[in-house]
């Protein structure tokens, strides 16, 4: 029995659960520019638009457009709520097209706490992001959510300059939970069912719907806010993010799973933006 034991131990060691291949990225450096206007509604209530545009690859390439519309509320001097929508009109360099629109929603709570020049931030923000057009549902949902948490320390002793620091993890909420093992030898993705390993069969084998919670990124940055006039405000911060992407490669019909990968990735911005105060 001691040995039929050890055999079988033996022979499952190239089944892991689960278990992701790792992929590491070539690090990339990106740009994000930005316009946003903001008008105070009354006392403590202010609304804003902002237009984004973003490059990757090195600045090789544009990734797409941002277009948000947000209000903010002051509901205590050191605690401060926000709204808003954004809409994604991402663009695919190698189809030279764009791609179907996402709306983003989210809402936010931002506490501060200010000791002589210095103020400190804690911001928890929860979105969702709609999925439009066609796409494999054994890979992605059609609203992702996802809860960002940025602390921020910011210097106030300045007359027009505010530099600041902060720093934001991200947890995906609902990301693909899969149940398949992984064949080392073979290479290849399936489940075990007495002596027969299969590759083939129902979606549920593989996927177990989206449940799956982790963090997928840490950013930090370092900035400075310019205080041109009493309504315009400029903006240049250099940002860092560390991801972690659990990918899920399946085909359209949920019989095969081909490939589940953690890919980690890091990736430098330089943005600018300009602010303008109605």
């Given amino acids: 029995m001691r040995r039929l034991w050890i055999v079988m ?10 278990a992701q291949t790792e992929e590491s990225l070539d690090p990339e450096v990106g740009g994000r520019v930005s316009v946003s206007l903001d008008k105070k509604i009354i006392r403590g209530l202010h ?10 690859n090195n600045f ?16 205590l001097p050191y605690l401060k ?12 360099s190698s189809e030279g097209a ?8 989210f809402f936010d709570v931002t506490g501060s706490y200010r000791f002589g020049d210095w103020q ?18 054994y890979q992605n949902t059609a609203n992702a959510w996802a809860l960002k948490s940025r602390v921020k320390v910011a210097y106030k002793g300045l007359r027009r300059w505010e530099p600041y620091a902060s720093f ?41 719907g989206f449940n799956n919670m982790y963090i997928n990124r840490l950013r930090g940055t370092l900035g400075v806010d310019y205080r041109i006039d009493k309504r315009s405000t400029l903006e240049v911060c250099l940002m860092a993010d560390y991801s972690i992407d659990k990918e899920v490669d399946a085909n359209a ?26």
């Avoid at 398949?180 to 177990?208: P, R």
Wanted: with cysteine.
């Fill in 9 to 18: 131990m033996v022979a499952l060691l190239p089944l892991a659960a689960a």
């Fill in 47 to 56: 609304v804003s638009l902002e237009e984004e545009v973003r490059f990757d």
């Fill in 60 to 75: 090789g390439s544009f990734d797409r457009f941002h277009t948000t519309l947000g209000a903010t509320y002051k509901v």
């Fill in 81 to 92: 709520v926000g709204l808003g929508y954004s809409l994604i009109n991402g663009y695919s």
């Fill in 98 to 105: 764009f791609k179907s629109a996402r709306h983003r929603f």
């Fill in 120 to 137: 400190v931030s804690l911001r928890e923000r929860v979105q969702m992001t709609h999925r439009t057009g066609s796409f494999n549902e």
């Fill in 168 to 208: 934001e993890i991200r947890n995906t909420l609902n990301a693909p939970t899969v149940s398949a093992v992984y064949n080392q030898s073979t290479d290849t993705w399936g489940y075990y069912n007495g002596s027969t390993f299969n590759t083939k069969g129902e979606a549920g084998w593989f996927l177990d």
């Fill in 253 to 278: 019909e949920g019989t095969k799973l081909k490939a589940y990968t953690e890919e980690r990735g890091f990736t430098g911005w330089l943005c600018a933006s300009y602010s303008y105060s109605l």
